[in-house]
């Protein structure tokens, strides 16, 4: 799903990383463990995901497991639509 | 309630005493123990420590998750008469490494996967250490599994609690410090145990109580979190430090654990707010909102207050070298049109305070100055940095010692005290004090950064954002990614920067220093 990728990730950037340049930011790119995304600006990312694809995270489902890269985000966004 | 308590211990051991089986202490997932349960837990680890060595004035490690291991560790360290040094088991090895080294612990007690990396940052120096190692933790059964192992063939023998005097060091919480290292605040039984009294006075505790402990056992605002419901045999509810942060879990649990009294920072208050869906809960047992740590904005407080109208509210402010020294309650409703922060209020019953200008001289009520405190509550100063707790001090003329806050405040014609900044380059960020200069350093540590400033910007929604200006070696321009991933190793989450700016040069002030001023009107 690669626009909702995109989404996310332009999202991500100018949120959280403005002035980054956009190739930096891979699927892969670990982004809790990383230092990019802290406990609120997860919390703005969760709400961000809730509001643009019409999905309803789950408390348990806000984890570093779900959450960490551009890749888990779109499979969490797949597996919840 | 026994008006005679004079060290942190005996709150446990008369609690134990009176109530043993009511419920100590509740750790949510993972059981809970009673009163009785808690002092045999810590008078076996007192009796281990005393074994392998521990004298009084000792330190002790803590590297553990929040749990009733952490708990009953602390008063094991006390018991046997020293002081216990909480780190943040979720920030650097590193860091925490440094830390123990610092104020030379004679043991740890760590989790088994935070002890490879401890003994790999300490490596030879760390040898005449012991560490305890727990199998992680969880309800207190880790620690009770590694008072009984199998290798210690013989139980240690038993020993009796040590009976600390007010002026001993009862723990050490560590700071951020402006050269780079955190600098340690040495607080003695005296400090904590007249703060504590206060809060029976103002909160007026019962057994039937139940607190929330939200802070870190790192952050000073658990020292009101752990103590005040042992005192009065009440019932702590830890709240991990992952359910802590999220709000989505946190608010449940408020309504499933009748949560009495709760303190934390207004962030997390903030979060709650907006994130909780506070109006679908029952919040009927909370009585009381506490808290402190930095300015609470009008607009959040206000929506919370609309959400939860029944708690008392109360803003409590003192750095970690005071405990709590001014407190304020906010009663009836909050205009609408208001935006202006409240106050920090009147002094404690166990602090005195004074306003001061640049001279040290009094000024009058009305008048903007530094805010001085002193009391049984003031620290003793800072480990192994008699420079810095020189510079702290203020000797007034009579002889009195006063604690420079370094927070500009002023008396309203109520009496009541509004923080209005600060003197020098700390910041609060959610609670937590940040001082940018440790950023810059551990900025300077990068290979590729040629020079370094850090400023923070008032922010409507997060209250500050901290700013790194960068100029780099040429052709060597970090990514930002990269940037914020060397930042998280090397600093605790609080202190990455959210933004990083690139520039050839920096500004500077007439004689060379970087000037922070321009750097704040850069955009």
């Known amino acids: 799903m690669p626009d909702a990728m995109e989404t996310v990730k332009n999202f991500i950037l100018q949120e959280f990383l403005p002035g980054e340049s956009p190739d930096q930011l891979k699927a892969t790119t670990p982004l809790i463990t990383g230092g990019i995304l802290d406990s609120i600006a997860t919390l703005k990312l969760v709400a961000f995901l809730e509001e643009q694809f019409h999905i309803k995270l789950e408390a348990h489902e806000v984890d570093v497991d779900n959450l960490n890269t551009l890749a888990d985000i779109s499979r969490l966004i797949q597996a919840k639509r | 309630m026994n008006p005679r308590l004079t060290s942190l211990q005996q709150f446990l051991e008369n609690s134990a005493r009176e109530s043993p089986e009511h419920i100590a202490v509740v750790e949510p997932g993972a059981g809970s123990v009673s009163y009785r349960e808690l002092a045999a837990l810590s008078d076996g680890l007192r009796d281990l420590l005393v074994h392998l060595g521990v004298k009084p004035g000792d330190r002790v490690g803590v590297y553990l998750r929040k749990s009733v291991d952490a708990v009953a560790a602390i008063f094991g360290i006390l018991k046997a008469g020293a002081a216990y040094v909480p780190v943040d088991p979720t920030g650097p090895p590193a860091r925490n490494a440094y830390i123990l080294a610092d104020c030379s612990v004679r043991a740890v007690i760590v989790e088994a996967q935070r002890n490879e990396k401890l003994q790999a940052e300490w490596g030879e120096s760390g040898k005449s250490i012991h560490a305890l190692v727990l199998d992680g933790t969880g309800g207190g059964r880790p620690l009770a599994a590694a008072l009984h192992a199998p290798e210690r063939r013989d139980p240690a023998p038993p020993s009796a609690t040590v009976s600390s ?65 042992l005192k009065h045999a009440a019932t702590l509810v830890l709240i991990s430090d992952e359910a802590g942060k999220d709000p989505g879990k946190l608010a449940p649990l408020i309504e499933s654990e009748k949560i009495t009294v709760w303190y934390s920072t207004p962030s997390i208050l903030t979060l709650l707010t907006q994130y909780g869906r506070l109006q679908e809960r029952d919040y009927r047992a909370l009585r009381m909102v506490l808290f402190a740590g930095e300015v609470f904005p009008v607009k959040h407080l206000r929506a919370l207050r609309a959400l939860l109208p029944a708690p008392r509210y109360f803003n409590l402010y003192g750095p970690t070298e005071t405990n709590v020294c001014t407190y304020f309650e906010l009663t009836g409703e909050i205009p609408p049109g208001r935006d202006k922060p409240f106050p920090i209020g009147i002094p404690c019953s166990h602090a005195r305070t004074l306003v001061v200008d640049e001279q040290m001289r009094p000024v009058r009520a009305g008048e903007e100055g530094e805010l001085l405190v002193t009391g049984d509550a003031v620290c003793q100063g800072y480990w192994n940095l008699p420079e810095n ?47 940018l200069g440790e950023i810059e350093i551990a900025l300077y540590r990068h290979p590729a950064i040629k020079e370094a400033a850090v400023v923070a910007l008032p922010d409507e929604e997060a209250g500050v954002r901290v700013k790194a200006f960068l100029c780099c070696h040429e052709g060597k321009r970090p990514s930002m990614i990269e940037l914020k991933q060397f930042c998280a190793d090397a600093l605790p989450s609080y202190m990455v920067p959210d933004i990083f700016s690139f520039h050839d040069l920096l500004p500077k002030t007439s004689t060379d220093k970087t000037d922070y001023q321009r750097l704040k009107e850069l955009r």
Request: aromatic fraction near 14%.
């Open chain 2, 165 to 229: 005097g007010p002026g001993d060091l009862a723990y050490i919480l560590y700071t951020s410090g402006s050269t780079g290292k955190p600098k340690g605040v040495m607080l003695s039984h005296r400090n904590a145990v007249s703060y504590v009294d206060w809060c029976s006075e103002v909160f007026s505790p019962t057994a039937d109580d139940r607190f929330s402990s939200h802070a870190p056992f790192h952050f000073d605002l658990s020292i009101l979190d752990i103590y005040v419901p």
């Open chain 2, 389 to 435: 707790t020189a510079r702290a001090f203020h000797a007034g003329a009579d002889g009195v010692q006063w604690y420079r806050t370094g927070d500009v405040v002023v008396e309203e014609p109520d009496s009541n005290y509004t923080f209005l900044g600060r003197r020098d380059r700390m910041v609060k960020r959610r609670g937590y004090r940040v001082e």
